[in-house]
């Protein structure tokens, strides 16, 4: 092991659930040591001590901020360290070199040496976090409410005719109210009761979804308003939008440095696809797709009564441009007015341009 004195170390961290292993690299790129530590706020500290008696720790690369890291993340950072987010190696590159957790932790700390990773993690500590959590709830509420009418409705398929007829016409809503009137017994022994006694299931938990919905909503627009008062006051966008916008770039927006990479994060920006004499972009399939679809939703939305859009919106039409083409082109520039609304700006960067009726 090389003497610590003046040695300047770079960690890199492959994040599991329960145990999180490290690769330390001098600044010639030298491994210096492995270890591994349990993800808890005593493991974290081993890890910072291990490293410290190795040299000064410069930065740390880690896999998985927004997952497994994000613990360690949020802690290395309150103890002063320079955290730098790292994608996993690409499928070529782990078919060439092969996969272990010291295997990936040693990429993560070569990436950030070699300048490829440069990304700062979210905080995941502020008011955004605090949006994101429920957030989540409501999701994960509306995909189940889904689910149950979806189901309530497939029973309806294979109940027996006595029940079928009665209630196959229904809307939902009153198709849920019918069903939980029902009285299949203490203790049901008959296919027509069985199945009243799971339709009835299945009716109780839509009401309770249906009930928990709102309560999730009042909480998001609270929370979002109070985090982005200037794109709530916007027309138009709405909490469940902004809250999107307001995940995909986090708790500190100043680590989205320009409008381009807002748009990149939010895949909007089209990919240059040259080659040779043809210049050309392709479509951006990437980046965080719910930011896309707020975007797309705030595009569909101002095409419909916003008069500037709708002119944008003519005046590509009559230069041939497919309704699809001028919503990708709409989608871009909404970025950028959206971007400077979410990032401060600080004296030295111009102003976001917003005026789609000049846009190419």
């Known amino acids: 092991m090389l003497n610590s004195s003046g040695t300047s170390v770079t960690l890199g961290v492959d994040t599991h659930a329960d145990v999180h292993v490290a690769v330390a690299l001098d600044q010639l790129g030298r491994r210096?040591?492995?270890?591994?530590?349990?993800?808890?706020?005593?493991?974290?500290?081993?890890?910072?001590?291990?490293?410290?008696?190795?040299?000064?720790?410069?930065?740390?690369?880690?896999?998985?901020?927004?997952?497994?890291?994000?613990?360690?993340?949020?802690?290395?950072?309150?103890?002063?360290?320079?955290?730098?987010?790292?994608?996993?190696?690409?499928?070529?590159?782990?078919?060439r070199r092969g996969r272990s957790d010291v295997v990936d932790a040693e990429a993560a700390a070569r990436a950030v040496?070699?300048?490829?990773a440069t990304a700062?993690?979210?905080?995941?500590?502020?008011?955004?976090?605090?949006?994101r959590a429920p957030r989540v709830a409501r999701r994960s509420a509306m995909k189940a409410r889904t689910q149950a009418v979806n189901q309530l409705k497939a029973l309806i398929v294979t109940a027996p005719d006595v029940l079928r007829e009665h209630i196959r016409g229904?809307?939902?809503?009153?198709?849920?109210?019918t069903v939980t009137r029902w009285r299949p017994g203490a203790e049901p022994d008959t296919l027509t009761t069985v199945t009243k006694l799971a339709m009835q299931s299945i009716a109780h938990r839509y009401?309770?979804?249906?009930d928990e919905i709102p309560e999730l909503d009042r909480h998001l627009q609270r929370l979002v308003t109070?985090?982005?008062?200037?794109?709530?006051?916007?027309?138009?966008?709405?909490?469940?939008?902004?809250?999107?916008?307001?995940v995909a770039v986090g708790d500190t927006p100043a680590r989205v440095c320009s409008e381009s990479a807002f748009a990149h994060l939010c895949g909007v920006a089209p990919i240059p696809a040259s080659s040779g004499e043809t210049s050309r972009h392709r479509l951006n399939r990437g980046g965080d797709r719910q930011a896309n679809h707020a975007l797309y939703m705030i595009t569909?939305?101002?095409?419909?009564?916003e008069p500037r859009t709708r002119a944008y919106v003519a005046r590509r039409t009559a230069q041939g441009k497919t309704k699809t083409e001028i919503i990708r082109c709409l989608k871009r520039h909404i970025a950028r007015e959206v971007y400077g609304l979410l990032v401060p700006r600080t004296p030295a960067q111009p102003p976001a341009r917003d005026d789609l009726a000049t846009a190419a």
Do not use: F
């Not at 040496?113 to 490829?116: F, I, L, P, R």
């Not at 229904?170 to 109210?177: F, G």
């Not at 569909?300 to 009564?305: E, K, L, N, P």
């Open 207 to 210: 009401l309770q979804l249906d």
């Open 113 to 116: 040496q070699g300048g490829t």
């Open 300 to 305: 569909v939305s101002r095409m419909a009564w």
């Open 226 to 246: 109070r985090a982005a008062p200037e794109l709530m006051a916007v027309k138009g966008l709405g909490a469940e939008t902004v809250a999107a916008l307001l």
């Open 32 to 95: 210096l040591g492995t270890l591994a530590v349990p993800s808890t706020p005593a493991g974290y500290a081993s890890l910072e001590a291990w490293a410290t008696d190795l040299g000064t720790v410069e930065q740390v690369g880690l896999e998985g901020t927004g997952c497994y890291g994000a613990s360690l993340s949020r802690w290395l950072r309150q103890h002063g360290h320079r955290v730098v987010e790292v994608n996993r190696p690409d499928r070529q590159t782990r078919r």
């Open 170 to 177: 229904l809307h939902r809503m009153e198709l849920i109210r």
């Open 120 to 131: 700062t993690p979210k905080s995941g500590d502020g008011a955004v976090e605090m949006i």
